[in-house]
């Protein structure tokens, strides 16, 4: 089984400022893809940025962008720009080529945006 | 545009009682899930199917039960209640094929006690 580590339980950041969130995974696939989630206090799981662990290209999502690194099996989330909005938790997230169905999550990091 | 739609949003059982948690989606994917979320341990699988008639087992199976008839319904159910299984449920569906992520229903809520 995949294991996905966050080693950071809780961030804060303030406004305006730069946060960057680990992820480090373990798996002996080539082909996968990585996840960021992030849940508000509504609970709702919204994606916020994937990797194709195919493509040497960092994925960027306006504010986010991530730092994957696949030899070290690291997948860091960076926001910038950091707004009120921002404030949840973020998971990181992992899956095999075949099986989109089954995510492996870690447990999530708590990001605080203060004013 | 309603997505995953899963109900109950929060339940409260007594120990033993069963109970079946709806989910539905409208987006005609092939591929649905459900998951718990517990404090400090991000999501886990409980179940998943892959097309109608089709069902296997997760990480987290024991004590749940699943279907899946028709290509929008994915009901969870829970054989006998325990405090165990205390906790936030969420459906998900995805299309078939590489890299398609999956969408999230908004949860139920379920506490047994």
């Known amino acids: 089984a995949q294991t996905v580590t966050q080693s950071q339980p809780e961030m804060s950041v303030q406004e305006a400022e730069t946060v960057t969130l680990s992820c480090t995974y373990d798996t002996s696939e080539n082909n996968y893809y990585l996840f960021w989630y992030k849940q508000p206090p509504s609970r709702q799981m919204i994606l916020v940025i994937r990797q194709e662990a195919y493509k040497q290209q960092n994925a960027t999502e306006n504010r986010f962008s991530v730092n994957f690194q696949k030899a070290a099996k690291s997948f860091s989330l960076k926001i910038s720009d950091s707004q009120l909005g921002d404030t949840a938790m973020y998971f990181c997230?992992?899956?095999?080529?075949?099986?989109?169905?089954?995510?492996?999550f870690g447990a999530g990091t708590t990001v605080t945006v203060r004013a | 545009n309603a997505g995953v739609t899963q109900t109950p949003k929060f339940q409260v059982l007594k120990t033993g009682q069963s109970m079946t948690l709806q989910c539905a989606q409208d987006?005609?994917?092939?591929?649905m899930s459900w998951y718990r979320q517990d404090p400090g341990m991000g999501l886990r699988l409980i179940h998943y199917s892959v097309g109608a008639g089709i069902t296997d087992q997760g990480e987290v199976p024991n004590g749940y039960n699943v279907s899946r008839s028709t290509t929008e319904d994915f009901p969870l159910r829970l054989l006998s209640a325990a405090p165990s299984q205390t906790s936030v449920y969420f459906c998900?569906?995805?299309?078939?094929?590489?890299?398609?992520?999956?969408?999230f229903g908004d949860g139920t809520r379920l506490s047994i006690l």
């Open positions: 987006m005609n994917h092939e591929y």
């Open positions: 998900a569906s995805s299309r078939g094929g590489e890299n398609q992520p999956q969408h």
């Open positions: 997230a992992f899956t095999e080529r075949d099986d989109a169905y089954k995510l492996s």
